[in-house]
């Protein structure tokens, strides 16, 4: 795990993979958690028995907004940030959805600083990510989520 305390640290990562998260095992549990929290219970993340005779993976898929939601609980085992005032996930940039996650998939974020600019004080980041699934060549999702970081100093 990286640790980063201040905009000059971070700028030192520009351009190079700041690391891998653990595997994180999406199980049915989750999904069905995530349907209820958005209301979205449409069968192919819900139903076992029809996501198996009737869905194009032959299993119950996640919803690829969870997978988004991972973002924050990875991305916190790959940098620590310290030194904080405040820290806001401002946006997603460029991303694609590349493949489906079936239940009890094992996924990983890899994460990239592609930019780097101090916005009056304050240090935006613009970081390639990539959401791996154990045994599959391609990923989940990849693209550019946008963070702000305001340091103490």
């Known amino acids: 795990m990286q640790i980063i305390t201040s ?3 971070f700028e030192q990562y520009l351009d190079k993979e700041l690391g891998v998260s653990s595997w994180h ?3 049915q549990e989750q999904i069905n958690k995530f349907a209820d929290a958005t209301l979205d219970h449409q069968w192919i993340h819900v139903d076992e028995e ?3 005779n009737e869905g194009p993976f032959k299993a119950i898929i ?3 907004y969870l997978t988004l939601s991972l973002i924050p609980f990875l991305w916190k085992q790959i940098v620590e940030i310290r030194n904080l005032k405040m820290e806001i996930n401002y946006g997603i940039e460029n991303l694609r959805f ?3 996650v079936t239940v009890n998939s094992k996924v990983r974020l890899k994460a990239k600083l592609a930019s780097i600019i ?3 004080g304050v240090t935006k980041v613009n970081m390639g990510i990539e959401m791996e699934i ?3 060549k391609k990923p989940a ?3 550019e989520v946008v963070f702000l970081y305001h340091f103490e100093s």
């Open 134 to 136: 154990e045994g599959q």
């Open 62 to 64: 996640a919803h690829g």
């Open 141 to 143: 999702f990849n693209g």
């Open 7 to 9: 905009h000059a640290e």
């Open 25 to 27: 095992t999406i199980t």
């Open 118 to 120: 101090n916005l009056r």
């Open 50 to 52: 029809r996501a198996q």
């Open 98 to 100: 590349a493949q489906a």
